[in-house]
């Protein structure tokens, strides 16, 4: 008989919401930076598009030039031709952040929209790098700065040049930075931000995809109930992807756990093994790209090769239940919808704000 694998996953009792303190407040500082940002770059991993895309940052920062980044590149297998149908109306490039010739790619991709602006910016191109929690945007700012300014690399130490903490698990950069260069011609500036997660994710299944890419902490999630997920995605494309560790396919989690501690050398004799150890190895193997074959994809829209149309109603649907959060008004209320229009009284810490901005990191 035939390997079927399994048409659902079950539902189980998954938290939907990870939006903390630190996400709100970056979110407030995208309003109160708004004015002065000329560019957006979306950093989104090019494992899981559709579930690291965030659409509060379109209600937050409306009709600013946005160029859409997948990254991760060297550990996805997504299929171009589906990003071109998706974006026919909108920027994007698919990247690996830790490799030169791509991020020298995004620099002249930039350089090019300076020179469309009619008068060029009297302080410099201003951009902001958004995404979602652990997507590589502190990464992809490091490569910029090292890139953009090839003296740093002999004048610098590397220690020096990591402008932007990184880390492999989300959470490592909370506030948004000072401005910095990286670029001296033409000047170009970028304010790096903390990830920033949604309100309510729409489903489990987004959650467990979220995981899987490293958007949430490890310990958020049970890690057999992801180790399960990630099976039944494996299975959707091809068993294969697990023949290193059995010969057969399977919708069995805990058949496949027992194989891979019996590969690890870690089965007792009597059968016993350490379940939640295994299951967390196996999934951040795929997290981190380390497995046999390295490449993977988590999000289901794009193991089922959705569609522009089917695309355009997964972000319109997604919009909408975004809007019930109202997460976003209150924020265009205390600042306006372009982040000027709402007139209010100027703290010191405003104040301290503006001061810190003149002295660019160099």
């Known amino acids: 008989m035939s390997f079927i694998p399994r048409s659902v996953f079950p539902k189980y009792n998954i938290s939907l919401s990870n939006f903390k303190g630190h996400h709100q407040k970056a979110l407030t500082k995208f309003g109160h930076l708004a004015p002065m940002i000329d560019m957006i770059l979306e950093v989104r991993d090019g494992r899981a598009p559709v579930s690291t895309s ?30 071109d149908k998706w974006h026919k109306t909108e920027d994007y490039m698919y990247v690996n952040c830790n490799n030169d010739s ?10 090019t929209e300076y020179s469309n602006f009619e008068l060029p910016p009297p302080l410099g191109l201003r951009l902001m790098i958004i995404g979602m929690p652990n997507v590589g945007k502190s990464t992809l700012v490091n490569k910029l700065r090292a890139i953009g300014n090839p003296h740093t690399k002999s004048a610098l130490s590397q220690k020096t040049r990591q402008v932007a903490k990184v880390g492999g698990q989300p959470g490592v ?6 401005i910095i260069r990286i ?36 310990s958020f999630i049970d890690p057999i109930i992801l180790a399960d997920y990630l099976l039944y995605l494996l299975n959707l ?38 379940e939640i150890a295994m299951a967390n190895f196996w999934t951040n193997q795929w997290k981190q790209g380390k497995n046999l074959h390295g490449q993977s994809i988590f999000d289901l829209a794009v193991i089922q090769e959705i569609n522009n149309l089917e695309y355009k109603d997964l972000k319109r649907k997604e919009m909408e239940r975004v809007s019930k959060t109202k997460v976003h008004e209150r924020i265009v209320e205390k600042f306006g919808q372009d982040g000027k229009t709402k007139h209010r009284k100027r703290s010191a810490k405003d104040r301290e704000f503006d001061i810190r901005n003149r002295l660019f990191k160099l």
Do not use: W
Not at 56 to 80: A, M
Not at 173 to 178: G, K, L, W, Y
Not at 242 to 255: F, K, Q, V
């Open 173 to 178: 950069t909370r506030s948004t930075s000072e």
């Open 54 to 83: 965030n659409i509060l940052f379109d209600k937050i920062l409306p009709g600013k030039k946005k160029l859409i980044l997948y990254s991760k590149k060297d550990l996805s297998i997504i299929n171009t031709e589906l990003l």
């Open 102 to 111: 791509d991020v020298k790619n995004i620099i002249n991709r930039i350089k």
């Open 237 to 274: 494309q091809d068993p294969v992807l697990y023949a290193d560790y059995m010969d057969h396919p399977t919708n069995d989690i805990y058949e496949l756990l027992h194989y891979i501690a019996k590969a690890r050398g870690v089965l007792k004799t009597d059968g016993e093994y350490d």
């Open 183 to 218: 670029c001296k011609n033409p000047d170009i500036f970028v304010y790096d931000t903390p990830g920033v997660f949604l309100p309510t994710v729409k489903d489990q299944q987004t959650m467990l995809t979220l995981a899987l890419v490293g958007c949430v902490h490890e």
